[in-house]
Structures are given as structure tokens and as C-alpha cells.
């Protein structure tokens, strides 16, 4: 059975994991739905009125580059790194 301390640090490292996960992905729905200076032309029409933009894709890398950041830390640690 884990001690008390490990179940902390536990909990403790998949909240460092789990909070820039929300706050990264609540920053790409307001750039994804919102509109701002240069976002380019229309590559997809989602809807009449909504599409996904070239500068979209800029987000969206982002957005998958921080996840993918986060997901190799939890990996990591995994392994015993």
C-alpha cells in the first residue's frame, strides 16, 4: 500500500499535468471561435456561418505541441525518468 505522501505527490502531479491541459485547450476554443487580426482565408466551412481559417492551423499546433509536451512528462515519469 502506497503511504500517504506518494498518494499526494500522485494526485499532486496529475493536477500540474491536468490544469495547463484545460487552460491550453480553453485558449484554443476562444482563438478557434473568435475572430482577430489576420486570421486568413477559409480552408473548411464548418458551418454557414463558421469555417476553420489558415491561422486556425496555428493554433491547433499549438494547442497539439503543449498536449503532446504534457503527454511526454506523464510518460516520463512513467518510466521512472
Not at 47 to 64: E, P
Request: net charge positive.
Amino acid at each position: 500500500m502506497p503511504s500517504r505522501p506518494d498518494v499526494l505527490w500522485r494526485a499532486l502531479r496529475w493536477l500540474f499535468v491536468l490544469v495547463p491541459a484545460g487552460v491550453l485547450s480553453a485558449f484554443a476554443m476562444l482563438l478557434l471561435t473568435g475572430q482577430y487580426y489576420n486570421e486568413g482565408p477559409v480552408i473548411a466551412v464548418v458551418a454557414t456561418d463558421h469555417g476553420l481559417h489558415r491561422g486556425d492551423l496555428f493554433v491547433l499546433a499549438g494547442w497539439a505541441a503543449g498536449m503532446l509536451s504534457l503527454l511526454g512528462v506523464v510518460l516520463a515519469h512513467r518510466r521512472g525518468r
